[in-house]
């Protein structure tokens, strides 16, 4: 499993490891309105899945702008930013930084997400900044778990696996 930190202390990653490759887990989250959602929603679609301990922090409010800013100009893809976060305060953070469209997910209910995808920090009940892209055959075609969460992950490479997926 890979060895990540938070705010360089180490943290423990549970859940199943996912690699390029492999096929893409169903998941369950909430979405803003407090609805399920799956994976299999976006079936025939490519997902790019970015991960975030927190919407309201200043990386992961980076990382959730640039990637919207950057796919919503690729065709048949969508972006879902996923973290712990409750939908409450996904929605009002959508609302103050300006895109109503973004896609946040939450996995506070019980890391159907984080599990199935290897990304729960134990000790901090958060995710693990991470990216996926998965294909529109439903496979994992990018994965990266960033070594440091509070760090930036890397975003053009994640951008080209979208746009080649």
Not at 10 to 32: H, I, M, Q, S, Y
Not at 67 to 81: G, I, M, P, R, Y
Not at 97 to 121: C, K, Q, W
Request: proline share 4%; charged share 25%.
């Amino acid at each position: 499993m890979t060895q990540v930190t938070f705010k360089h202390n180490p943290v423990t990653l549970v859940g199943t490891e996912r690699k390029v490759g492999d096929k893409a887990p169903n998941f369950t989250v909430v979405n803003r309105d407090l609805e399920e959602v799956t994976l299999h929603d976006y079936d025939g679609k490519v997902r790019l899945i970015s991960v975030v301990p927190s919407i309201d922090t200043s990386v992961c409010s980076t990382q959730t702008r640039k990637f919207n800013e950057e796919a919503s100009n690729l065709d048949n893809t969508v972006v879902l930013t996923i973290s712990v976060d409750l939908p409450f305060a996904q929605k009002k953070w959508c609302a103050a930084e300006g895109l109503p469209n973004a896609i946040t997910l939450s996995d506070h209910r019980d890391l159907s997400f984080g599990e199935a995808y290897g990304v729960i920090m134990k000790e901090l009940r958060l995710l693990a900044r991470s990216v996926f892209v998965v294909n529109a055959a439903g496979e994992i075609v990018y994965a990266e778990v960033v070594p440091e969460g509070s760090n930036h992950p890397n975003y053009e490479a994640a951008i080209e696996a979208a746009k080649k997926a």
